[in-house]
Every structure is written in C-alpha cells, then in structure tokens.
C-alpha cells in the first residue's frame, strides 16, 4: 500500500508525533508499504528520504515532502499549514506525482483524509479547561496569550464537527475514553479503539535505575528528595494547578515536582508566587533522552483535566515508576487501582491527591511493588508491534477512494 501521512512535524519528543513515527517506520521495515510524509519538520525519523529528488515510484520507503512553514503565532501557522499542505498535495495528485491510496492523519490536518487518528477530543477539552482561561484569573500581561489560546480551541473545535461528523472518515481513537467522547459529541458509533504503546527496549527499570545517579546530580536533587515527575506540552490540560496545590499542602516532606514541556512557565510564576513554590518546582525543556527524566524522578503524577491518552504515563510504568492516574486520561485505563497504579478520581480535587501522594512516599513496599506490576503490565500488552499489526488492519479494510486528480 501507498499511504499519504499528513502531520505538521514528526519526532520521538511529543506524544501523538511519536505514535506516528513508530507506526510508519514499522508499516515500512515489516510489511513494506510505501510512504509519503508531508510534513513541515522531520527528526529522529530512520529512513526518511527528500522527495526533491527521489523517484517518485520508490517503494518500502518513506518520502518526506516539505511542506512550507510562516513565523508567526501558533494560530497563524495552524491555519497556513492547513492550507499549504492541502494546496502541496493536491498539485503533487494532480500531476501524477504521488497517488496514495489513502491519506492518513493523526488529528485534523486536512480535509480530505481518508482514516484519522484521534488523540485529544478538543469539545471535551475546552469545557474543563474553560475555568482555567478565564482572563480574571490571570495578569492583564497574560491576556493575549490565553486569547489566543482561546481562539485556536475554537477554531479546532469547528473543524471537529465538520470532520468528525461525516462517516465518510473512518476514526481511530486512543483510548475508550476519546471512543466514548466521540461518540456523545459527533455520534460516532462507529469507531475503532487502538491504544498507544510503548518502546518496552527503550523504557524499563533496568534503564531507569542505571541513569538514576547521573539524572539527578544534572538536575540537583539530593539523595533525600522525593521527585515527583509531570511531562506534557499543554500544562494546563495536564492538571498541573492541581499537582502545584497539592505540593503547597505537603510542605512537611521533601518533595520536589519536575515538570517537562514546550509550555511557557511564565504562566505559573503568580502562581509559584502566591504559593512560595519557586524553590520546590523545576521546569524542563524537553530532550530526546526522556529516560533521564524517568531516572530522575520517584514517581510519576499525572493529574490530567481532559488527556485522550498521556503517553509519559505509560512511559513511567513501563520504567518501574509507581504513577498517580487521573481517570480522565486515557492511559488510566491501564491502571487497575493500588496494583498497577493509583487513580485519582477528580483531577481537580487536590485533598485527594494529597492523600495519594502522601501514601506513596510513606509506604516505601508499596511504591515498589506497583511500579513492579506496572512495569509488568506495559511491557506484556502496550507494545508498537501489536499497535501497528492492528493499525495496519484497519488502513487494509478501508475503502481506496478514487480522487478525480
């Protein structure tokens, strides 16, 4: 099969790109599919090739078409890649260049995609994240940042109900959870559950414990802090105001909360301010060796308002790190409480989590024994080969539309 992905960047560093990347390098290697990547940022991606250049007949092989970028806001380059990409691949149809059986999207890049990959259902999203972006709770100076915010949910949201609404696209979700939300926003009956999974060579105790020492002398943690782990690219969304409270309230234990992603920490100083938390919270810039991170860390909170899955989740059971779940995540679906993991019922209520936390850090045997049975777990039922043996099924069975180019 010839299969068109359309994904703004790809590299193992953000959750939903690396799903993708997993996915068609292995649709390459084992089964031998040709792709054509469009694409405006490509990294840590084996095999890919320029399509400037390369024979446009080349099979088992990934082509990268770039697609151009603009400087600019986010919901700028949103809507410019929407339309560049579009344009790209309806001239490189037209002219004979590329003609793929199917177009392949993880989110909504395009209109015309044949099987899209849902990751977050932005409906559900915004209603329990609207407390979170009022402009009252937050510094005029922070005003045109949540705006904009505020208009790109909005933008995404319609092109959710045009999308999503039309069964002519066949949708895959991450999880039961985003099954579920499509379902109640779109009345998708029909669609196909297909977990994210992890690396289990890659992320594993073995690991984990050989890069303890180094990871935390780079990152200054004494022998004596408890490191507490968020990694994430939407803070908000991942419920970080709930893990901060929580963190105020146990100022009797040393614990630290190390947070990891492209979000802009400005945002919480007033609240770093108004809880004198600056000397307790580290903020991180993402890295490719994310196994440092885990290394670093005692254990995993992930206390998400709305998150169609949370990959790190699974990447910190995989590792042996006892991990707190929102149930809101997608990933909570591989924690059976107090085995597993431990789940947090409301990722709002911060006595609970508290709670939670505090138990951990007071049971040492307990902290073991779940990191041991989540590991376990992970590395039995949430490998990449399973998900793309089921991926590719799905891709085979849908039907090959005809383009009129």
């Given at each position: 099969m010839r299969l068109a992905v359309v994904s703004p960047f790809l590299d193992r560093q953000h959750g939903t790109e690396l799903c993708v990347t997993e996915q068609i390098e292995r649709l390459v290697r084992q089964y031998h599919w040709s792709i054509d990547l469009y694409s405006q940022k490509v990294s840590q991606l084996s095999g890919v090739r320029s399509a400037s250049g390369a024979s446009q007949n080349s099979t088992d092989s990934i082509l990268w078409h770039r697609v151009s970028d603009v400087p600019g806001p986010h919901l700028l380059k949103y809507l410019w890649w929407f339309v560049a990409n579009q344009r790209q691949r309806w001239w490189d149809q037209r002219s004979g260049?590329?003609?793929?059986?199917?177009?392949?999207?993880?989110?909504?890049?395009?209109?015309?995609?044949?099987?899209?990959?849902?990751?977050i259902v932005f409906h559900e999203f915004y209603e329990r994240a609207r407390p979170e972006l009022a402009?009252?709770?937050v510094p005029l100076r922070s005003w045109p940042r949540l705006i904009h915010r505020k208009l790109y949910y909005r933008l995404v949201m319609s092109l959710e109900r045009k999308v999503y609404r039309n069964r002519g696209v066949r949708l895959v979700a991450v999880s039961s959870l985003v099954a579920a939300q499509l379902?109640?926003?779109?009345?998708?009956?029909?669609?196909?559950?297909?977990?994210?999974?992890?690396?289990?060579?890659?992320?594993?105790?073995?690991?984990?414990?050989?890069?303890?020492?180094?990871?935390?002398?780079?990152?200054?943690?004494?022998?004596?802090?408890?490191?507490?782990?968020?990694?994430?690219?939407?803070?908000?969304?991942?419920?970080?105001?709930?893990?901060?409270?929580?963190?105020?309230?146990?100022?009797?234990?040393?614990?630290?909360?190390?947070?990891?992603?492209?979000?802009?920490?400005?945002?919480?100083?007033?609240l770093l301010d108004q809880l004198a938390l600056h000397d307790r919270v580290h903020f991180e810039k993402p890295s490719e060796d994310v196994l440092s991170f885990y290394a670093a860390a005692d254990l995993y909170v992930g206390p998400s308002l709305e998150d169609a899955f949370n990959l790190p989740m699974?990447?910190?059971?995989?590792?042996?790190l006892p991990v707190i779940a929102s149930v809101k995540a997608g990933a909570s679906e591989n924690v059976r409480d107090f085995e597993t993991g431990l789940l947090?019922?409301?990722?709002?209520?911060?006595?609970?989590?508290?709670?939670l936390i505090r138990r951990l850090f007071d049971d040492v045997e307990l902290r073991g024994r779940i990191g041991e049975a989540g590991s376990r777990y992970v590395q039995d039922n949430c490998n990449w080969d399973q998900n793309v043996a089921r991926t590719k099924e799905v891709l085979e069975?849908?039907?090959?539309?005809?383009?009129?180019?």
């Amino acid at each position: 099969m010839r299969l068109a992905v359309v994904s703004p960047f790809l590299d193992r560093q953000h959750g939903t790109e690396l799903c993708v990347t997993e996915q068609i390098e292995r649709l390459v290697r084992q089964y031998h599919w040709s792709i054509d990547l469009y694409s405006q940022k490509v990294s840590q991606l084996s095999g890919v090739r320029s399509a400037s250049g390369a024979s446009q007949n080349s099979t088992d092989s990934i082509l990268w078409h770039r697609v151009s970028d603009v400087p600019g806001p986010h919901l700028l380059k949103y809507l410019w890649w929407f339309v560049a990409n579009q344009r790209q691949r309806w001239w490189d149809q037209r002219s004979g260049r590329v003609r793929p059986d199917l177009v392949y999207s993880p989110g909504i890049n395009c209109l015309d995609a044949d099987v899209i990959v849902v990751h977050i259902v932005f409906h559900e999203f915004y209603e329990r994240a609207r407390p979170e972006l009022a402009l009252n709770r937050v510094p005029l100076r922070s005003w045109p940042r949540l705006i904009h915010r505020k208009l790109y949910y909005r933008l995404v949201m319609s092109l959710e109900r045009k999308v999503y609404r039309n069964r002519g696209v066949r949708l895959v979700a991450v999880s039961s959870l985003v099954a579920a939300q499509l379902k109640s926003h779109f009345q998708r009956d029909d669609v196909t559950v297909i977990p994210n999974a992890v690396d289990t060579v890659r992320f594993s105790p073995g690991g984990r414990i050989a890069k303890r020492n180094e990871s935390r002398r780079s990152l200054s943690y004494s022998e004596n802090d408890f490191v507490s782990l968020l990694i994430g690219n939407d803070w908000k969304k991942k419920g970080l105001d709930t893990l901060l409270r929580a963190l105020a309230s146990l100022a009797d234990i040393p614990l630290r909360v190390l947070v990891v992603g492209m979000d802009d920490p400005n945002l919480y100083h007033p609240l770093l301010d108004q809880l004198a938390l600056h000397d307790r919270v580290h903020f991180e810039k993402p890295s490719e060796d994310v196994l440092s991170f885990y290394a670093a860390a005692d254990l995993y909170v992930g206390p998400s308002l709305e998150d169609a899955f949370n990959l790190p989740m699974l990447e910190a059971m995989a590792c042996g790190l006892p991990v707190i779940a929102s149930v809101k995540a997608g990933a909570s679906e591989n924690v059976r409480d107090f085995e597993t993991g431990l789940l947090l019922r409301d990722p709002r209520d911060t006595l609970q989590l508290v709670q939670l936390i505090r138990r951990l850090f007071d049971d040492v045997e307990l902290r073991g024994r779940i990191g041991e049975a989540g590991s376990r777990y992970v590395q039995d039922n949430c490998n990449w080969d399973q998900n793309v043996a089921r991926t590719k099924e799905v891709l085979e069975a849908t039907p090959r539309h005809h383009r009129p180019w």
